[in-house]
Nanobody
Framework: QVQVAESGGGSVQVGGSLRLSCALS????????MGWFRQAPGKEREGIAT????????YYADSVKGRFTISQDSPGNKVSLQMNSLKPEDTAMYYC???????????????????WGKGLLVTISS
């Protein structure tokens, strides 16, 4: 059974940092894409960072580029999201997700991501 397990999250003040971690288990279909999405209250789910495991090319949404970094944690299908210079608008539920493949340059299309974690709450206070 494929499972996505997230850890981290919490509350921090504006300008602070947080680190989220994600582990994909039970996956046996090659090298997956693993990404982070977030959803703020009343807003649509937004993809913010993703990477193909084994690749050195991550993709970021403009909203987090330069502040967030997705990294791969060896061994296994594990990624982390280092979030720096946090802003109040970063407050959201953060979800880790995995996809067998991503095509068409649609790095953050939720249609690609079959496996999802339960989510982590991140709150940025001013």
């Amino acid at each position: 059974q494929v499972q996505v397990a997230e850890s981290g999250g919490g509350s921090v003040q504006v300008g602070g940092s947080l680190r989220l971690s994600c582990a994909l288990s039970g996956y046996g279909f090659g090298r997956p894409w693993m990404g982070w999405f977030r959803q703020a209250p009343g807003k649509e789910r937004e993809g913010i960072a993703t990477v193909n495991i084994g690749s050195d090319v991550p993709y970021y949404a403009d909203s987090v580029k330069g502040r967030f970094t997705i990294s791969q944690d060896s061994p296994g299908n594990k990624v982390s999201l280092q979030m720096n210079s946090l802003k109040p608008e970063d407050t959201a539920m953060y979800y880790c997700a995995a996809a067998p493949f991503v095509y068409g340059g649609n790095w953050f299309s939720t249609e690609h991501y079959n496996y999802w974690g339960k989510g982590l709450l991140v709150t940025i206070s001013s």
